[in-house]
């Protein structure tokens, strides 16, 4: 029968597929004894949410998680956002209590010219940096002491707002929609402020 329906026989057997890893995510909390189990655990739950923030440039990103919450990131990845953004990423997810990162990214690893590289990257660091001030700028003055509260950064054009965990709804909304509209942006990712 699923030979007749190609497409969901893909997804079905994906999805029975991953429902072994998603059991190992929601055991119960008698499974925590094992500290082993405890670090894959993390592991995959910090590569759920670098999948699911920064796409499928993350999918070179290699997750390796300790005991103790701390987490090493690793690989070869195509963007520079997600290069800069992966750490802050792993820093939101439960349970992570360090994060140290080594990736590369590809077009670094493959130049043979490094000053043109070194050229490159610090205009694109500029760019980063004036989009950073222009989104910040816009949060002050549309949202008043709340857009102070918001943390940004900015990388090629990824902006990255650090909502404070008291900050209603409809105020993250808000954020989210004029960081949004600020000439440059073509992605923005909500992460929550750690205190």
């Known amino acids: 029968m699923l ?4 497409l969901y026989g893909r997804r079905l057997a994906l999805a029975l597929a991953l429902v072994p890893l998603l059991g190992l995510l929601a055991t119960p909390a ?3 004894d ?3 189990l405890v670090s894959f655990r993390l592991g995959l739950r910090v590569r759920l949410a670098l999948l699911d923030k920064l796409g499928v440039d993350a999918v070179r990103v290699d997750v390796a998680a300790k005991e103790g919450g701390a ?3 690793t690989g070869v990845v195509k963007k520079r956002a997600t290069a800069e953004l992966a750490a ?3 820093r939101q997810v439960p349970g992570v209590t360090k994060v140290s990162d080594d990736l590369k990214v590809q077009e670094y690893e493959e130049t043979r010219e490094k000053s043109a590289v070194v050229a490159a990257e610090a205009e694109r660091e500029l760019k ?3 989009l950073e001030v ?5 949060l002050v003055e549309q949202l008043g002491r709340d857009g102070f509260r918001i943390g940004t950064d900015a990388a090629s054009g990824v902006v990255s707002l650090e909502l404070p965990a008291g900050l209603a709804p409809e105020r993250r909304r808000q954020a989210v929609e004029i960081a949004s509209k ?11 402020k750690k205190k």
């Open 3 to 6: 030979d007749r329906f190609p």
């Open 128 to 130: 980063d940096a004036a």
């Open 71 to 73: 987490v090493h990131l």
């Open 182 to 192: 600020v000439n440059g942006v073509e992605k923005v990712i909500e992460l929550e």
């Open 134 to 138: 222009k989104v910040r700028v816009a």
């Open 88 to 90: 802050d990423v792993a």
């Open 34 to 36: 094992d500290a082993e």
């Open 30 to 32: 008698a499974a925590e």
